[in-house]
């Protein structure tokens, strides 16, 4: 009798949770990989701004649009009355600042579709990296040279250790400017 079971549950039960176990892995595996994680990701936008005009050939400042970039956590997107400053007299007749006049006329958000996205577990705050020197480029790349936006480095915890661990000899010129240190390494610092 105790073989016929032991021999029941090893022909059965065990194949079915070795297949469980393996499905479940897999699933969370690729369910995990969403493509707006990752280098390439570059959705289209309900407006066609170009940063490589705006912040390249203009020199517009990042923090011109993105105001709290240096104040908190977030670096914000900006609402269509930041566009509008320029845009109530300039190119007022394009397609695209059409679209976003009608955006602002109807005190309507703009929909932009977020780019650059860590996951919810993780606590980011830029103020702290801006505030110490660092250079939007450094996560974001050469965002003056894009003219559709599009996550060109890895958000990885690999990649934010190395900076952390490496910063003082990675950006000596902001070691006497600022202070610049090497980051916090232990696990609350960013896990949250």
């Known amino acids: 009798m105790r073989k016929s079971v032991l021999d029941y549950i090893l022909r059965i039960y065990l194949p079915v949770t070795l297949l469980v176990v393996v499905a479940t892995y897999t699933v969370t595996y690729f369910a995990s990989r969403n493509e707006r994680y990752h280098v390439g990701y570059a959705p289209e936008q309900p407006i ?24 908190g956590r977030h670096a914000n ?4 009355s ?11 007749d394009r397609p695209e600042i059409i679209k976003l006049t009608e955006y602002y006329k109807n005190d309507q958000p703009i929909p932009w579709k977020r780019v650059h996205k860590l996951p ?9 990296h801006v505030n110490k020197g660092l250079d939007c480029t450094e996560c974001h790349g050469k965002i003056q040279e894009m ?13 934010c250790l190395d900076c952390h661990r490496n910063a003082p000899e990675r950006y000596p010129h902001l ?6 240190k090497k980051g916090p390494e232990n696990c609350s610092a960013c896990h949250r």
């Open 175 to 180: 070691v006497n400017l600022t202070g610049l």
């Open 147 to 159: 003219p559709v936006v599009a996550q060109v480095k890895p958000f990885m915890m690999s990649n």
């Open 120 to 128: 919810e577990h993780v606590y980011f705050n830029h103020s702290v």
């Open 82 to 92: 930041t566009c509008m400053n320029c845009h109530s007299v300039a190119r007022t």
């Open 77 to 80: 997107v900006p609402a269509a």
């Open 48 to 71: 066609n701004y170009s940063h490589e005009l705006h912040a390249g050939k203009m020199g517009i400042d990042c923090q011109y649009c993105h105001t709290a970039v240096s104040k």
